[in-house]
């Protein structure tokens, strides 16, 4: 995904002024061409990494059995402390 964003990277590092400013937030043109898109990519690297880690956790916790239904929960809870005391 990133490196398809190899364009993008470029205009980043090789930025320059355009030489006229937005009228409503004072910034330079040229942010909004080469550093904006840059931090957009950034951005969507950083979401689709969250999700896939959390899918990856998600997965392991339900392949480890450590995600269980409520009805499983309660039976064995109730189990629990009669190992105890025997």
């Known amino acids: 995904m990133l490196a398809a964003q190899w364009d993008t990277l470029l ?6 002024d355009y ?3 937005d009228p409503v937030f ?10 904006l898109p840059y931090f957009e990519v950034i951005q ?4 689709v990494g969250s999700l896939l880690v959390l899918a990856t956790l998600l997965w ?3 392949a480890i059995g450590k995600v269980r239904s409520e009805q499983e929960a309660r039976s064995r809870s109730n189990r629990e402390p009669c190992g105890i005391w025997l």
């Open 11 to 16: 205009r980043f590092a090789w930025a320059v």
């Open 60 to 62: 392991l916790y339900v």
């Open 26 to 35: 004072g910034r330079d043109l040229g942010f909004y061409l080469f550093t």
């Open 44 to 47: 969507n690297a950083a979401a």
């Open 19 to 21: 030489g006229k400013e």
